[in-house]
């Protein structure tokens, strides 16, 4: 052991900072779909689709918002805070420190990010869900905050749009989080009420609670292509009936054959076609070129 | 026969020996082998009582599962009259898993939606153990709006796993069928009232339950996930059921402290299966109590307590 010393002491930095130098981080990305490697600062400049194959993969909530708002400039509004760990929860870890773990991970609050600014000159507010906070888990905090985003759509008058992505209920908080889909349900009516526009745009992948709720009662409903959605997941699915699933079973395509979404929408078309519908819906003229 | 649940195992012992006793007393015994049958069946009442006066979660879950538990059609016989079930979504189908109808509650013209999970092989298939499809939920949606239009009180009767999990439920829409009945449940102008009489599973009793009461049967059970369903997204094994009943707070008596229920219907000692017309009785003064709370109010008066009412769910804990 002794001789070893030296020879790691000096050989094995070199060789640390030549591996290093040659494999950094995220350099490259793997492309689920096709396999192909693509250069990650060409997947994050296509705002996350993979070039070529268009395979869309997630997108997070603040460069979401900056995607879609005019020069990515936005007003974040304030959520109202929730009781924390109503069940005094723990399965293998306590919630309390998965979700401080989530909240390092992703800098967000909870899943859901609130914004209001201007979409091609229309003023709107957003909603974002964000998958890699908790499986975008729907719990009071993401509840609330559907509710506050519906609640400024009606105090400033704008239409609503929702960007979905969520495994649906957040487990750890039980019943509190079943019973955020009648609270949401509650505010998507009063955002009907007032006659202002509800669309949901559904991200991969939107299933469970979610779906059953606020996602699945917009005005117009629009998938990124290839999305994944559903009440129940697939795998719940299999062991039920115990058998495979059919191909692009409850994929975004699979839904607009099947009636539940009005069109699957690329990602790079999504701004204009979500200021497009909502002048459309407010009777304002088209944009002038 | 009686049968007996796992935990009830010193009851039926009791039982077993109360039985024995009778058998030699109907084959001519002295009088005070009846006052000892007397005696003994007074002890199994009375364990049977503190048995079921600290059931865990899981037993709960047991209890609300029971097969012999009253199920949709029971309450119907005993507290509905002229009980006429209408059939269909008028899309796509009639789904059994879903009854819904016409009738009159103590001398009230009423709608009554529920789960029906059937009583034996041949009804458990029809009714496909009371898990419904999408067009289970439509037509819920199709009897709120005709009894929003004629002014009948709605009563729901929540006994569910969940609503089906298949290849059809999603090629329908199962979840946009919840979720629009979910609104229904919450726009009518009209009283409603949800009783989850054994398991209240999910979205898919959500999607009838959004009520402007939701009561529970003391035994019955409420959840985001089944205990089984729990343990295996939670802890990664289905066999920590139990531990995921406790965890998870499914029981009455926490849903009334969160706030998320609004009151408790009690039981007969040892469970609604051991006197079904004593808790099918105690359910019907229940909702009685409950609607006559909610009589008089104007349509928009129901529509915004039942809207505050779930709002306000966990604002203050």
Partial sequence: ?289 | MRSYLDFEKSVAEIDAKADELSAILATGGSPALADEIGRIEARAKAALKDLYASLTPWQKAMVARHPMRPHFKDYITGLVEDFSPLAGDRAFGEDEAIVAGIGRFRGVSVAVIGQEKGSDTESRIRHNFGMAMPEGYRKAVRIMEMADRFNLPVISIVDTAGAYPGIGAEERGQAEAIARSTEACLGLGVPNIAVIIGEGGSGGAVAIASTNTVLMLEHSIYTVASPEASASILWHDSSKAQEAATTMKITAQDLLKFGIIDGIIQEPVGGAHRDNAAAIASVGDAVEKSLQSLSGLTPGELRDKRAEKFLGIGRKL
């Fill in chain 1, 1 to 289: 052991m002794e001789t070893m010393n030296w020879i790691s002491n000096v050989v094995r930095p070199k060789i640390r900072s030549f591996l290093k130098r040659d494999t950094p981080q995220n350099l490259w990305i793997k492309c689920p779909e096709s396999g192909q490697l693509v250069f990650a600062k060409d997947v994050e400049a296509n705002l996350n689709v993979i070039p070529g194959s268009d395979y869309h993969m997630r997108l997070a909530a603040v460069p979401r918002l900056k995607s879609m708002f005019d020069d990515g400039v936005y007003e974040e509004i304030a959520l109202p805070e929730v009781p924390l760990d109503p069940l005094k929860f723990r399965d293998e870890k306590r919630y309390v420190d998965r979700l401080r773990d989530a909240k390092t991970k992703t800098q967000l609050v909870d899943a859901v990010k609130i914004a209001f600014g201007k979409v091609e000159g229309v003023k709107l507010t957003i909603g974002v869900q964000d998958f890699d906070f908790m499986g975008g888990s729907l719990g009071m905090a993401a509840g609330e905050a559907i509710i506050k985003g519906m609640e400024t759509a009606v105090a400033k008058k704008t239409p609503f749009v929702l960007f979905a992505s969520s495994g649906g209920a957040r487990m750890q908080e039980g019943m509190f989080s079943l019973m955020q889909m009648p609270r949401t349900t509650v505010a998507v009516r009063r955002l009907r009420e007032a006659k202002l526009p509800y669309i949901v745009v559904l991200a991969n992948p939107t299933t469970g609670g979610v779906t059953a709720s606020y996602a699945m009662l917009g005005d117009i409903h629009i998938a990124e292509p290839g999305a994944l959605i559903g009440f129940a997941g697939p795998r719940v699915i299999e062991q039920t009936i115990r058998e495979k699933l059919p191909e692009g079973f409850q994929r975004a395509e699979f839904l607009k054959e099947h009636g539940m979404v009005d069109m699957v929408v690329h990602r790079r078309e999504m701004k204009a076609t979500i200021a497009r519908l909502c002048r459309i819906l407010a009777h304002s003229p088209a944009r002038a070129a």
